[in-house]
């Protein structure tokens, strides 16, 4: 007779610190499924020592780190882009599992971005990192004789910094900040999402195949905000790099401007997709349908406004119906499943109260709205999780919180225009400027158009993006760029060399 094995509990995760393992000085906590709502793994409770130890680490890996040469910095993050890929059966289920994902974004976004991160900043450690300034004629003054001056602008690594990260993308989130970071000569301590931090725990493992020099990078966690409020306080700190919510990344600027640290701020997002009278629908549609398509709609990119000329606006309403409709919401581990849950149960009912606000305020429920669960009707849910259905709200006004707010999660809301002048003005009405969207058959008055939207990004019939590009946002959408060699430049001081020959 066979019996079912039996399944092993929950693993106590440990802390990454200076090259080695501990437990949370304060315990640990448990991290959710939000599928299942069953225990995936119990991550550290880091103590305020144990965020000492591992900022004390990194300030000791700085020295020798930053001085070593950059093929050697370039040959250590190809080995973590290698080490990690030679995991990715082992990543997968768990960031499967700790966020939700389908398994298809499981799968094909998390480990093979996050290697391809780990590789592009191998020859970014590579690039030239000195900048020649013209020779300058110079009178002579009290200062020092007269000549001709030379300089050159150098860029050097910040120090320390602390990476906070959302919990969306866990481990490309983290990789996009510690790869050009590392790459400059910096050392890092990371501060995963509290919902989701298993994998990026996971990575010190990598570290390690990799054979990474100790303290480069170190990992802490805990369960509220108290662990990354710490790094944002250290003085041994001194920059912050932060993807979030722009509530907390205002908390985090204000705090982390007494010891005057250096920040980038990737923040949220309230993104418009301005649909002109002359275009593709089969183009547009599909690209504000990602909203619902791509990742139960938690992306700080997202075009989750629609705004479509008035002649066009049916039209619209309709074709997202049609495309809200057929997107299967169910078991992310089903193959067919395009809308998995959304993290917690918190966030759905925070995004619920949107749509029911919304509704409250005159807006039309065209999709959605109702809460997903498993009944005859929807066999495909689990009977566990936090299910939100593909939710279309017409009929909404620019002033509507659902309009001017951060849902972050599948709800599109479309308001009409009447003439260019009026898209631009709602587009703009909000205190986000991350990425919006324009659609038209004549991309020269789309390029023209972009210019008047204040938002860091514009994609022009498309939500594809260019991994070269320098992303981040305008007004409350953040502070500062990265993607790309501007990953590197964020990640830097300048520093001027001058000279008289
Ligand atoms: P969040 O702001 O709630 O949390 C982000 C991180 O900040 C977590 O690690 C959290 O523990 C930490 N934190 C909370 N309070 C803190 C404090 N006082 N000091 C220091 N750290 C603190 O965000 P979230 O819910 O994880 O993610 C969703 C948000 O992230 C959305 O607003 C989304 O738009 C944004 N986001 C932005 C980008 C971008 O590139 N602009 C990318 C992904 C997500």
Redesign the pocket.
Known sequence: MTTDPVPSPPATHRLFVNGGWREGGDGSYPVVNPSTEQVVGHAPEASAADVEAAVAAAREAFDSWSRTGAAERAAVLNRVADALLARNDEFVPLLQAETGATIRVASSMQVPVAAERFRRYARGALEAAVTPLAPYPVAATPLAAGGLTSAVAVRRPVGVVGC?????FPIV?LAGKLAPALAMGNTVVA????QDPLGCLKLGEVFEDAGAPPGIFNVVTGSG?AT??AL?ASAEVDMIS???????GR??AA?GGHTMKRMLL????KGAGIVLEDADLRTAVPAIGSAWAFHSGQI?TAPTRALVHESRYEEVVAGLARYAAALAVGDPLSPSTVVGPVITALHRDRIESYIAGAAAEGARLVAGGTRKEHTADSPALPGTGFYVAPTLLAEVTPGMAVARE?V?GPVVVVIPFRDEEEAVAIANATDFG?YDYVFSADTARAYALAARLRTGNVGINTAQRHPETP?G?FKQ??VGRDGGSYGLSAYSELQSLVWQS
Do not use: H, M, Q
């Open positions: 906070i990260t959302s919990y969306n989130n501060k995963p999402a509290p905000a990354g409020a944002v932060f993807t979030g919510s722009t509530a907390v908390r985090i705090d990737e923040l949220g997002g700080c951060e972050f991350l992303f946002g959408s953040g």
